[in-house]
């Protein structure tokens, strides 16, 4: 079974960075693409950015700009670098990654992203 461990949230003033990590561990087969997803409360979870075995990008239009993706493929891991943070950027981050054929996703258990003002 895949387990995916994210680090790197916590409390930030506006204008400020995080980097959240997220490591896949366990029985891993093919990785396809690797992303991050958020919900704030009372919102739906949403997407953020994805990053592909390739190493190509989609991004959010409210990240583009501030956050940047990136995968380290013999780490099986996924990041994100968030800059210029703003207290809209405030939820819940969570990973996931998709699997090469019928083997579906994984997501991990979340970690706190928050943005005062």
């Known amino acids: 079974q895949v387990q995916l461990v994210e680090s790197g949230g916590g409390l930030v003033q506006a204008g400020g960075s995080l980097r959240l990590s997220c490591a896949a561990s366990g029985t891993i087969f093919s990785i396809d693409t690797m992303g991050w997803y958020r919900q704030a409360p009372g919102k739906l979870r949403e997407l953020v950015a994805t990053i592909g075995r390739g190493g190509g990008t989609v991004y959010a239009a409210s990240a583009k700009g501030r956050f940047t993706i990136s995968r380290d493929n013999a780490k099986n891991t996924v990041y994100l670098q968030m800059n210029s943070l703003k207290p809209e950027d405030t939820a819940v981050y969570y990973c996931?990654?998709?699997?090469?054929?019928?083997?579906?996703?994984?997501w991990g258990q979340g970690t706190q992203v928050t943005v005062s003002s």
């Open positions: 996931r990654i998709t699997f090469i054929g019928p083997r579906g996703d994984s």
